[in-house]
């Protein structure tokens, strides 16, 4: 069974850090690129970061470019995700999954999902 579990989320206050942790199971981790998605109420889900299972190449969203930082563990089987400068707008549930990247842009590759953990920034 898939199983993805984020953590680290919380308050901060703008300009603030975070670093969210995502333990991945059930599946080969070496075998997937994985990512980190976003869902601020009434808006759709986005894709803001996503790492390469063949050589750790990184995207991430124009929006995030800069101030987050992705990275993966394959030991531990999880995936991270450094964020630094925080905004309001960076308010959301994060989620990680698995991705693919179109034009640069991180996009869910299956429709496996955690529960996510939830980000508030304050201004």
């Known amino acids: 069974e898939v199983q993805l579990v984020e953590s680290g989320g919380g308050l901060v206050q703008a300009g603030g850090s975070l670093r969210l942790s995502c333990a991945a199971s059930?599946?080969?981790?070496?075998?997937?690129?994985l990512g980190w998605f976003r869902q601020a109420p009434g808006k759709e889900r986005e894709g803001v970061a996503c790492?390469?299972?063949?050589?750790?190449?990184?995207y991430s969203a124009d929006s995030v470019k800069g101030r987050f930082t992705i990275s993966r563990d394959s030991a531990k089987k999880t995936v991270y995700l450094q964020m630094n400068s925080l905004k309001p707008e960076d308010t959301a549930v994060y989620y990680c999954?698995?991705?693919?990247?179109?034009?640069?842009?991180?996009?869910?590759?299956?429709?496996?999902w955690g529960q996510g953990t939830q980000v508030t920034v304050s201004s």
């Open positions: 790492i390469s299972s063949v050589d750790d190449s990184a």
């Open positions: 999954g698995a991705c693919t990247v179109v034009a640069g842009i991180p996009f869910p590759a299956y429709n496996y």
């Open positions: 059930g599946f080969t981790f070496d075998d997937y690129d």
